[in-house]
């Protein structure tokens, strides 16, 4: 009796040690899963609020992300962002999905080229609150060249940008 006691003990704290193994090594790939997650692909398309620098808190519908911008709509406007000077993201939809070949490779390049065939009218905002409005006559390498008021062309590398409000929202 007292070996039928002594061995259900055993067996109860062997199944309790095992769970704990279990759990810690769930635990332990989950969070090596997350490290390797970027907080883009975490991000749903939907409605969500960004803190940009030079710009503040934008709310509006994701619509597009892609590896080099992110496409906000705003009651007013289509807004290009630079994710680089996202500062905070709230959102309630969220998930992983990891971005897809065609949105790993999108860059500014393409984002500006659709804007200058548009002959949109855009106001672009830097990370340092400066901003130039105007119609794109160029989309180099890596910057933005943009035919101002004044006849003036202004360059703007990439970098520097926080965001481009694109064209109003009838």
């Known amino acids: 009796m007292r070996w039928e006691k002594l061995f259900g003990e055993i067996e109860a704290h062997s199944g309790d040690l095992a769970?704990?193994?279990?759990?810690t090594e769930i635990q332990d790939r989950t969070e090596g899963e997350w490290a390797a997650t970027s907080w883009r692909e975490r991000l749903a398309l939907g409605t969500v609020s960004l803190r940009v620098a030079g710009l503040g808190r934008l709310d509006g519908d994701l619509t597009r992300i892609t590896g080099a911008w992110l496409l906000l709509q705003t009651d007013s406007h289509e807004m290009i962002i630079n994710p680089g000077w996202v500062v905070a993201v709230s959102s309630s939809a969220t998930g992983v999905k990891p971005l897809s070949l065609v949105e790993q490779r999108m860059t500014w390049v393409h984002a500006i080229r659709m804007l200058?065939?548009?002959?949109?009218r855009i106001h672009?905002?830097?990370?340092?609150?400066?901003?130039?409005?105007?119609?794109?006559?160029?989309?180099?390498?890596?910057?933005?060249?943009?035919q101002t008021d004044q006849r003036a062309a202004e360059m703007v590398p990439y970098a520097t940008l926080a965001a481009i409000s694109c064209r109003s929202v009838p």
């Not at 200058?116 to 949109?120: A, D």
């Open 19 to 23: 769970r704990v193994e279990r759990d």
């Open 116 to 120: 200058q065939r548009e002959r949109s």
């Open 124 to 146: 672009v905002v830097c990370a340092d609150g400066s901003s130039v409005d105007g119609t794109v006559t160029l989309a180099g390498k890596d910057f933005v060249e943009i």
